[in-house]
């Protein structure tokens, strides 16, 4: 089965799907279609039993450079809201799926491109993979789960460092961290995630998904009562005159000059 047409592409090769985001222009980055899309396909793979992994990626020479920023400095608090809806369910559908889902990425993966990457099992990096959380820059909290992912990959200090710096980590930086799990030459990084993808899909499949759970239920709170606590947030922070003058700042290449409102 193939959707070659859509911004959110279905591949499916025997026991292997691949979910590509497909808007190599915009270097992927996420619209509100993108993120229904997104989440339609991986709630549909949790019930397509011949399918036992996934490969999540980007066409291009990006992941994902975050959200659109077209609609930048234009939410509103019932915008955000239901933007958030369909975020978190795409989201929660990658993380929840009871199956093994490997992200292969190359270039920016950056704000919720970097969530996106996270919320997935295991992490396989181009040479040209570059990590960071750029949220700030435009006076926004983090979304997507950043918090909540980063802060059991590497405890509450070092998130927040990423998260507060916006720093740009390497893929070597992103796999000393324990991030990502493997590093290829950009050539090779299609090929090193399928290895590891079909070899995960012979593996006991139910006995994975299991363990997900097992590894879900060790932390507090659940994903889901976090992207509750982080929809809220992100409503007031759109509100603010530091979004607004990040927005300007970046659609004019300047520095942000933060008001801390």
Known sequence: MTTA???????????????RLNRPERLNAL?????????DVFLDLAFRDEVRAVILTGAGRGFCA??????????????????????????????????PVVAAVRGPVAGVGFSMALASDMIVASETARFSMVFKNVGLAPDGGAVYFLAQALGMMKAKELVFSG??????????????????????????ATDLALSLAQGPTMAFGLAKRMFKAMTVPTLEAFLDLEATSQGLAVLGQDHQEGVQAFLAKRPPAFSGR
């Open 5 to 19: 047409d859509l911004e959110v592409q279905l591949m499916e090769d025997g026991p292997l799907a691949t979910v």
């Open 31 to 39: 619209t509100e279609p993108v993120k229904q899309r997104l989440g």
């Open 66 to 99: 975050s959200g659109d920023v077209n609609n930048l400095g234009s939410f509103t608090a019932f915008s955000t809201r239901e933007r958030f809806r369909r975020l978190h369910r795409a989201i929660a559908a990658i993380a929840n799926l009871d199956k």
């Open 167 to 192: 720093c740009t980590l390497d893929a070597a930086e992103a796999k000393a961290l324990g991030l990502v799990c493997r590093v290829v030459p950009d050539a090779e990084l299609d090929a090193a």
